[in-house]
């Protein structure tokens, strides 16, 4: 945005400013746009909704009479113009990225993506080789993303052939589908219920009222609803009354009572309908539909006008949620949106944390199991990995053995989260305490919320707890930290690189939230470094299985103040200190704690090749000392399926040591063919 705004005041260079494919009559600027993709073919446009809104600041701008405009606002101000006029591509993109907000809207980040792109002249991909773009063939409907990474699922690694991605076989799923996008456009006016309650009152919440039908939800059969202004629907037996809180984060909604009720939640904050909006239901036989059109708190000042819009669409046998309309700045608690079964189930369903999806409609399938194993957490299903002793472990996990109790170093992995649900950019900070999106428990305590700080740790948090507040320094001051008060329990941290560490210059530090874990990320300097550009990038995964992950994806730093630690501290009455690494950031390093510890580490491999050694010389059927092609002619030669007792010049076919040569014997064969040696 600003380029065409120091053009206009004469601020940039002159050749800067003949690239310019805006230009600002007046240097005026606004706020909250909503963008639209005029042609959803163009390369500017891949993995955009058709229209989205975003807080953000923009100029007043007009094109060059040789310019594109490739995106708009809804009154016709340029988003994303280019031009190719003048020796190469230019293009400006009028977003102000976070001068006043404190993040980028996700489809606003991706335009960005698309033009560095497209001024790059790179060609959008076509994984299928169909001459049809790969967004184009997911947004018309030809291919699938369903695990939303860009690219189409039939080009996406299936060891195992049966249709999943390879990464969402090994995730178990969270409960919810995507569906095509559907919404409700029935005015208010044929509500049966309507409000533009104030947030003054607290809580906004309908008197009790009947379903059209019973409902059976988490082994309950529910009869009664009542709807919240703060975004969320409390559903009930007979005879029972409204429990529900005025608004906080779905740690309070879902502990709020007892027995604690169902709730369904479509973006569950503190919102307002003080300057824009209402919230309201409307009955149909074997139909309630919800709606919501809001501000968050935060944003209820007038300023903005954007708002946010979505419904609940509840079924006897179905429960749908659509999102028409985002508009967050900020938000107070952790903007939840899913399901909590009450009573005697007490399970919570994320669909969305921290923010709100827009033009989406998503239906509650109920909990998904992975597909397939994955016990070496390296994203690859255990049935595709080589496992030539048979005995059920990759062999990577035979060779591998944990390091310490409940500690092993695992293939190296990084997950670049998608979007962070909060970040920051600051020396000796921290997020302030925040609700897990799943209790977990170690030694002898659950831990329900965290608080992350910018110098390398995340401090676990039970129901009640204060943190303590901890900045930086060597592990045994954090473990033995007190809060000021003698005898306090110590608390429990896990640590990646904990140090005196620093964003404040350069990089950022923040969470993301997903299915079954949350990613705690940091891209940041040692305060030794600080604004000299050595940035650390790493990671921490907390898992809803109670496991944790730490990903080193870049190590340059040049000093340090203190030990560096990276581990685990269970506090509390367990006071056990679990040390991956001090006094170092490892680089493509990754490691994996789990209370049990990881199975296998029962085989040698004296030259490192990864083969167990009790596999060496299996497959050698020729007993010359390689695996080759003369093996394999011998090895189709044995195949004689299951159950045929094996000959014995073939058993060193029988990898499994199950008597037999078969087609399990000849994928491990496979694994350990090497071709002559020299």
Do not use: K
């Amino acid at each position: 945005e600003w380029a065409a705004y120091d053009v206009y005041h004469a601020w940039m260079s002159p050749g800067v400013s003949a690239l310019m494919p805006v230009t600002a009559p007046d240097g005026g600027c606004g706020y909250s746009g909503r963008w639209i993709v005029p042609d959803p073919s163009h390369p500017l446009a891949a993995w955009l909704p058709d229209q989205w809104g975003d807080q953000a600041g923009f100029s007043y701008v007009v094109p060059h009479e040789n310019a594109t405009v490739a995106l708009e606002s809804t009154t016709g101000t340029p988003f994303v113009t280019y031009r190719t006029d003048t020796g190469g591509t230019s293009i400006h993109v009028n977003h102000d990225l976070t001068y006043d907000t404190p993040t980028i809207n996700r489809n606003s980040l991706q335009a960005l993506v698309n033009a560095v792109g497209f001024a790059a002249g790179s060609v959008p991909p076509d994984c299928n080789e169909n001459s049809v773009p790969d967004f184009l063939d997911v947004r018309n409907g030809t291919s699938t993303d369903v695990n939303d990474n860009h690219v189409p699922d039939e080009c996406d690694p299936d060891c195992n052939e049966n249709g999943i991605p390879d990464d969402l076989d090994v995730r178990p799923g969270s409960g919810f589908d995507q569906v095509p996008f559907e919404f409700d456009v029935t005015t208010p006016a044929e509500w049966d219920f309507v409000n533009d309650c104030d947030v003054c009152c607290s809580n906004c919440v309908t008197p009790a009222a009947p379903l059209p039908f019973s409902l059976n939800l988490g082994g309950e059969t529910l009869t009664q609803f009542a709807m919240s202004s703060n975004g969320y629907v409390e559903l009930f037996r007979a005879g029972e009354t409204v429990h529900g809180p005025g608004y906080g984060s779905v740690r309070d909604l879902t502990g709020y009572s007892t027995p604690s009720h169902t709730y369904l939640m479509g973006a569950f904050d503190e919102h307002s309908q003080r300057y824009f909006g209402g919230y309201g239901y409307r009955t149909e036989p074997g139909r309630v539909t919800f709606y919501w059109e809001t501000q968050t708190y935060e944003d209820a000042d007038g300023t903005y006008a954007g708002v946010n819009i979505y419904q609940i669409v509840v079924e006897s046998d179905t429960l749908q949620w659509n999102f028409g309309s985002e508009a967050v700045m900020a938000y107070g608690y952790d903007l939840f949106s899913g399901l909590y079964l009450g009573y005697d189930a007490t399970e919570l369903y994320e669909l969305v944390s921290g923010e709100i999806p827009e033009q989406e409609s998503w239906v509650f399938v109920g909990p998904t199991p992975a597909y397939s194993e994955d016990i070496d957490y390296d994203g690859i299903p255990d049935e595709c990995e080589p496992d030539c002793n048979g005995n059920g472990l990759p062999d990577d996990m035979d060779v591998a053995p944990p390091i310490d109790p409940g500690l092993s170093q695992i293939p190296f992995r990084f997950v670049p989260p998608p979007s962070l649900n909060w970040s920051d950019a600051c020396d000796t900070c921290n997020s302030g305490p925040v609700d897990l999106p799943f209790p977990v428990t170690f030694g002898s305590e659950t831990y329900v919320a965290f608080q992350q700080t910018s110098d390398g740790y995340v401090e676990l948090l039970r129901e009640g707890d204060t943190p303590y507040g901890y900045s930086y320094g060597p592990v045994a001051n954090l473990i033995a930290y007190d809060g000021g008060t003698p005898g306090s329990p110590h608390h429990t941290y896990i640590m990646a690189a904990f140090d005196d560490l620093d964003s404040e210059f350069n990089g950022v530090f923040g969470y993301s939230a997903e299915d079954g874990r949350i990613i705690f990320y940091w891209y940041t300097e040692t305060y030794e470094d600080e604004d000299d550009g050595r940035q650390n990038e790493f990671e921490i995964v907390l898992s809803d299985d109670a496991s944790v992950g730490w990903n080193f994806a870049l190590a340059s730093y040049s000093g340090y103040g203190y030990d560096l630690f990276t581990g685990l501290y269970l506090g509390h009455d367990d006071q056990t200190l679990y040390e991956v690494m001090r006094e170092t950031i490892p680089q493509e390093e990754s490691w994996l704690f789990t209370e049990t510890g990881l199975p296998g580490g029962g085989s040698e491999d004296e030259n490192a090749n990864g083969i167990p050694d009790e596999c060496e010389g299996q497959g050698d059927l020729d007993d010359d000392g390689d695996v080759d092609l003369a093996d394999l002619f011998l090895m189709v030669g044995c195949l004689d399926g299951p159950g045929v007792p094996v000959d014995t010049s073939c058993e060193r076919g029988d990898f499994d040591n199950d008597a037999d040569v078969d087609l399990e014997d000849f994928a491990s064969f496979q694994a350990v063919f090497t071709g002559p040696s020299p």
